[in-house]
Structure formats: structure tokens, C-alpha cells
């Protein structure tokens, strides 16, 4: 067995029971559900292994396919990042695709270099490929990997050189040269997991350290009544924009909170994440008998400015899972559900007080899903594998081309775009699968999922 095999196999039994059915012959019928379960399961790994082979075939060595007119596309022009071998290898790994996954490994660490002069926005470039390399890295042993992440952490380190802490938005991975000083919540708070998990693994703490002073620094920055807004200047620290909600610009940073305690054991990221979240039930719940969302509200009055919610937003049951907020949790997914079924997929936006669609986009987002599985592994109730179902069925049936799956440009029409995110392969098809998957496939209480989705070992503090 090669070290790197050796590596992978301690990974999963820290983590897993088994990545697949077992092959035990066994008198008992299995339970109900169960084999259908496993069939769902089993139909998830072929779109992977669909999806995949169209990535291969068309857009091999790029950063993301173009399903309809079968093309690659890369996000700097002619300069690949390999951002779908890199965000997708975990997801080979975890679905048991030894061959496919060795295959993206190898162009990986043949291919990739980040001796480019290009600016990278810092958020992205962190969650796709800092965050695959070190999730590959641990489930592999791959020492390659990890000095790829060390080399892409340590360009991207200049972002954090304001007068603030909090990072510009753009980074230049040749020069160092920044750029941004207009940012958000999202991609400020945002990267302490994944440069939390490069200073362990490398052993070199400063990268924790900026990006924790980052996250603090904008959370001293909150109002008075707790809240963050949708933009701020990392050089003077003022907020240019004061509305708050838990949408695109700010979502992650709430979940960066709750799962840097989690991941790190960080009494910090704890208080910050209980303070925050108060806040949020306090002022941006909105239960007025047409379910429970999250609008958007003032963050100095707290004066409800809209009523929206939409696709990215879907994220919070998952965080509420983790928060220990079951109650607020489930009710919130009853809501989600509901935007979902309303046009038999999700649109990018809603207004929940009309229940009319104001951005009709539908870009293969794994947020539903996320907080499906979440909540199925912490309640066991089937209503949420029902709701899985429905959403992957809708997947097939509306997103699914010949080459590969698409965005919709629009849910009600259901006009199909041309692009195949890297995320749906990272994110979407794998928390699919692991909702489906055997109970014990993946042990929440060991890993941590960036918002990327991508799985890093708990550590003691």
C-alpha cells in the first residue's frame, strides 16, 4: 500500500464507517427506505461520474466546462487554476473513485503552478483551491498538495496589509500587489478556516493569525444592535453600505463563527458566534405567518428595508444545525423548501411576503441541500431524504444536458445558461450523496466542512 493510500484509508476510518453498501449477506430485510437510500446514493455517484467525464472530455486541464456548447472556460483568461480537478478531488475520494480521483491528483501536482501574474479574488481562490488542496492533502497524505497550499497560502497573505486587517478583495499571485479596499462580510470573514488548517498542517501560525484578526476586526466593527452591513472599506473601516441580511456579501461570515468554534475549539469564534446570532433572531427573523425567513433590515435601526431571501440564504439551517438551534433550524428549511417547490426549483431571490420571483437565476446552488443533510443528521427525521429526492430529481430533469449539468438563467422559463460551476461537483452533487450515503459514511463530529464543502479533521484546541 503507498503512503498516500495508507494516508487516505486513516482518513476515512476517522471519519467513516464505509464508503459503500456493505457487501455482508444478511438473513434481515434491510429497513425501510434503506435500499432506496442506497439507490439514491448510487444514482448521485453516476451523475459524478457523468458530470466528471464531461469536465474530461471537454474542458480537461481548464477551469470549469461549458456543458452546451461543450468548451472550457478559465476564470483569468488562457491562465487554469485547475479549479474543478482541485475543488472536486475530495468529492472523488469521499464517493470511493480511486482511478478518477488519482488521475485529477496527478494533473494537480504536474500542472498546477501559482507562479501567474494575475489578480485572484482572495475569497474564491481561498474556499476552491486552498481548501481543496488541504482536504486532499488530508485524506491522501500527498505531501505535494500541501506545499501547493503553502505556496498559494503565502501569495495571498499580502491581501491582509491594510490598515485594518481585513483583507482587499484582490490579490496579485506573482507581484503581491492588492487591490479592493471595498469588501464584505463574506469574503473578510471567510478564510479562517482554511488558513486556520494551512498554519496546523505547515506549522507556520501566521497564517491563523490574520486571518482571525481579520474576523475580529470586523466584528468590532458590528452596530450597536449587532448587526453587519454589505460592504465595508478595509482601509478606514467604515461601512458604505448598511444592509444587513444573511444573503450573498455576508452569508458565510455567520458560519465562518460557528465553525471556527467548532473546528479550532476557538473561545473567540464561540462568543462572537452566540452575540451574532442573537442578533440575527432578534432583528432579521421575520415569522409573520407566512413561514420563518430572514429579511433585510437597517443595521444601525434595525428598520426592515426588504423582504428577500433566496437560494444563497439557504445556508443558515445548516449553521442553526450546528448552533444547537434545531427548532429555528427546521422551521427555516420548511421555508426553504417551500421557495424550492414554488417554481419546481429555486430561484436566486424571492420576495417571501409576495412569494414573487425578483432574480429568476438558478446557478446550481448547494445550499438546500447542505442544510438538508445537516438536519437529517441531527434529527433522523426521512422528511428531510424526501426533500433530497425531490431536489435531485429536479436537478436531472431540468438541469442535465448531454455534456455535463448547466445553470438555469431563469427557473420560470427554465432558459438554460452555459456553465458548469465547480462548486456543483464540490458542493451540490456531494452533499447529495452523503445524504443518502450509509449511516457512518461521514462522522460530522470529526470533520468540519468549509463553505466550499470541503471536509478538515477536528482538532483539541
Known amino acids: 500500500m503507498t503512503a498516500s493510500?495508507?494516508?487516505l484509508a486513516g482518513f476515512l476510518s476517522l471519519?467513516?464507517?464505509?464508503?459503500?453498501?456493505?457487501?455482508s449477506v444478511s438473513k434481515r430485510p434491510a429497513p425501510p427506505g434503506a435500499r432506496d437510500r442506497a439507490s439514491l446514493a448510487a444514482r448521485v455517484r453516476e451523475e459524478l461520474v457523468f458530470s466528471w467525464r464531461a469536465y474530461e472530455r471537454y474542458a480537461w486541464g481548464h477551469d470549469e466546462l461549458k456543458p452546451l456548447t461543450r468548451?472550457?472556460?478559465?476564470?483569468?483568461?488562457?491562465?487554469?487554476?485547475?479549479?474543478?480537478?482541485?475543488?472536486s478531488l475530495d468529492t472523488l475520494l469521499l464517493m470511493g473513485l480511486a482511478e478518477d480521483a488519482d488521475k485529477a491528483r496527478t494533473l494537480i501536482v504536474d500542472q498546477l503552478s501559482f507562479d501567474k501574474d494575475v489578480s485572484v479574488k482572495n475569497f474564491e481562490i481561498t474556499i476552491r483551491l486552498?481548501?481543496?488542496?488541504?482536504?486532499?492533502y488530508e485524506m491522501t497524505g500527498d505531501p505535494r498538495l500541501l506545499r501547493l497550499a503553502d505556496d498559494l497560502g503565502t501569495r495571498l497573505l499580502p491581501a491582509f496589509e491594510s490598515p485594518t486587517g481585513m483583507p482587499y478583495m484582490f490579490v496579485n499571485l506573482k507581484t503581491g500587489r492588492t487591490s479592493g479596499a471595498r469588501s464584505n462580510p463574506a469574503e473578510i470573514g471567510t478564510l479562517v478556516l482554511e488558513f486556520g488548517t494551512l498554519a496546523r498542517l505547515a506549522n507556520k501560525p501566521v497564517y491563523f493569525q490574520k486571518a482571525k484578526k481579520a474576523l475580529v476586526a470586523l466584528f468590532e466593527r458590528r452596530s450597536k444592535i449587532g448587526l453587519v452591513g454589505e460592504e465595508i472599506d478595509v482601509e478606514t473601516g467604515e461601512w458604505t453600505s448598511r444592509a444587513s441580511h444573511v444573503g450573498g456579501g455576508i452569508d458565510s461570515y455567520y458560519e465562518y463563527l460557528v465553525k471556527c468554534a467548532a473546528l479550532f475549539g476557538d473561545l473567540d469564534c464561540g462568543r462572537m458566534a452566540r452575540e451574532s446570532l442573537r442578533a440575527l433572531n432578534d432583528r432579521l427573523a421575520d415569522d409573520s405567518g407566512n413561514g420563518l425567513w430572514y429579511g433585510q433590515v437597517d443595521m444601525t435601526t434595525g428598520e426592515r428595508t426588504a423582504t428577500e431571501f433566496g437560494a444563497l440564504h439557504a445556508f443558515l439551517p445548516a449553521v442553526l444545525v450546528l448552533a444547537g438551534d434545531l427548532g429555528r433550524a427546521r422551521h427555516l428549511q420548511e421555508s426553504c423548501f417551500r421557495m424550492w417547490t414554488l417554481r419546481g426549483i429555486e430561484p436566486e431571490v424571492l420576495d417571501?411576503?409576495?412569494m414573487q420571483v425578483t432574480s429568476p437565476g438558478y446557478p446550481l446552488r448547494p445550499e438546500i441541500v447542505e442544510s438538508a443533510y445537516?438536519?437529517?443528521?441531527s434529527t433522523k427525521d426521512p422528511k428531510y431524504l424526501d426533500m433530497g429526492r425531490a431536489i435531485f430529481e429536479a436537478l436531472v430533469a431540468r438541469c442535465r444536458t448531454d455534456s455535463g449539468y448547466t445553470v438555469l438563467k431563469n427557473v420560470v422559463t427554465g432558459e438554460k445558461g452555459d456553465l458548469m460551476p465547480s462548486y456543483f461537483l464540490a458542493e451540490t452533487l456531494k452533499y447529495l450523496y452523503l445524504l443518502f450515503a450509509p449511516e457512518g459514511t461521514l462522522d460530522l463530529e470529526k470533520v468540519v466542512f468549509n463553505t466550499e464543502?470541503?471536509?478538515?479533521?477536528?482538532?483539541?484546541p
Do not use: I, N, Q
Not at 71 to 87: F, H, I, K
Open 5 to 7: 493510500k495508507r494516508a
Open 15 to 23: 471519519v467513516a464507517a464505509g464508503l459503500a453498501v456493505s457487501c
Open 71 to 87: 468548451a472550457p472556460r478559465d476564470w483569468y483568461g488562457s491562465e487554469s487554476l485547475l479549479l474543478t480537478p482541485v475543488d
Open 130 to 136: 486552498l481548501g481543496g488542496l488541504l482536504s486532499g
Open 352 to 354: 417571501y411576503r409576495t
Open 374 to 377: 445537516y438536519l437529517y443528521s
Open 453 to 460: 464543502a470541503h471536509p478538515f479533521r477536528r482538532r483539541a
